[in-house]
């Protein structure tokens, strides 16, 4: 298993170009099985969970063709299988994103029901309902989830109890091929579920009301291909934004949208930083200050995202004062508050808060990651540490950082690979 070696110490100083954004590309991906014509998607991340969902199609009979530049021309008109095999879903939970687009289009699909996770319980028994709702027949067998529907998906009013990211996106893209009319209700306003219904209507399909509680989609008969380039990853961004705060450095961030930032912005503002934004690009400057402690609590879009909360725990731990940090979407995402305490940070985690005393410095040692975002935090806090930090299990941040070594290295880290 690869490892990542940090010799921290330096603060971070330079330009570097966001990707596009994972969880944006995941859903647009599973799109392309609403309709035998190809879609394209562009300014895709050179990422392990991408590669997973193309050989994930793949596997259903979809063919992809990469070209030079990494765009994807996705072409589902042979799906031959209907199944999401366990060994593809277990490396990424991501894949249940295939159920409604299948079951819309084939009347039938099965996908091995996803576990728990290093962060949480994570059910789906809200794209079940949804489904289920819509008259399709759903039953639970050996793992896998079965879901039926004789003729075409119905249109229904869905309210989801929990706000959810990825049941959002699955009821959205089904409801696309459905008779009649859906309304999303208590639906997830994130960015990334507006770029998903902005490919969706590209290919033909009738949404309004995406990036607010209520979603209604009137179904077509059919959709057809498009070329869609998905949006700049907001928690990559936030994240090298993180770093260089953490580290007193400075950062230019380009082929970003600064618009879907504000919430992460305004906290670093607060935390010292100068900040200025242009239509696509991000400036940070911590003039050489140590950042003070911030307050944060997670909410769904526009609320703080969960997904920044590992990283700012980070921050926190090498600033003045303290800061409470409350996670409130997921139930288990503390892990890599251990992790930071190895290095001498001083964190207490009281149910869903952890109440982070600043440090003046922290010191190298071996650290494990435990889910992606857990490693953006540990590799944070290795470009703080004094000394070499070795951080193992790293395939969990090539799941959703691209070039996270080179780009590093551009803004002046000291930061290896160790093949394992
Ligand atoms: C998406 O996960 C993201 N993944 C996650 O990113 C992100 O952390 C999360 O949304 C929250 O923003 C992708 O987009 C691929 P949810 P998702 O359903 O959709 C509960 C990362 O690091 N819930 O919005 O799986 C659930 O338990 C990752 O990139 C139900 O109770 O998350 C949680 O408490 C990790 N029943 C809350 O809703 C359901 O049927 C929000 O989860 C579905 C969810």
Known sequence: MDKLIITGGTALDGEIRVSGAKNAA???????????????????????????????LGCLGVESIVDETMNVEVRAGGIRR?????????????????????????????????????IGSRPVDLHLRGLAAMGADVE???????????????????????????????????????EGETLIENAAREPEVVDLAECLIRMGADIEGHGTGTVRIRGKERLGGCTHAVLSDRIEASTYLVAAAATRGRIRLKEVEPALLEQVLAKLREAGAQISCGPDWIELDMQGERPRAVNLKTAPYPGMATDVQAQFTALNAVASGTGIITETIFENRFMHVLEMTRMGACIDVSGSSAVVKGVESLKAAPVMATDLRASASLVIAGLVAKGDTLIDRIYHIDRGYECIEEKLRQLGACIHRVPG
Do not use: Q, W
């Open 26 to 56: 995941l859903p647009v991906l599973a799109a392309a099985l609403l309709t035998d014509e190809p879609v394209t998607v562009c300014n895709l991340p050179h990422l392990k969970d991408i590669t997973t969902m193309l050989e994930l």
């Open 82 to 118: 209907l199944k999401a095999p366990y060994d593809l879903v277990r490396t990424m939970r991501a894949s249940i994103l295939v159920l409604g687009p299948l079951v819309a289009r084939n009347g039938y699909a099965e996908v091995a029901l996803p576990g728990g996770c290093g």
């Open 140 to 178: 639970v067998e050996g793992g896998y989830i079965k879901v039926r529907t004789a003729s075409r998906l119905k249109g229904a009013r869905l309210f989801l109890d929990t706000v959810t990211v990825t049941g959002t996106e699955n009821l959205m893209m089904a409801a696309t091929l459905a």
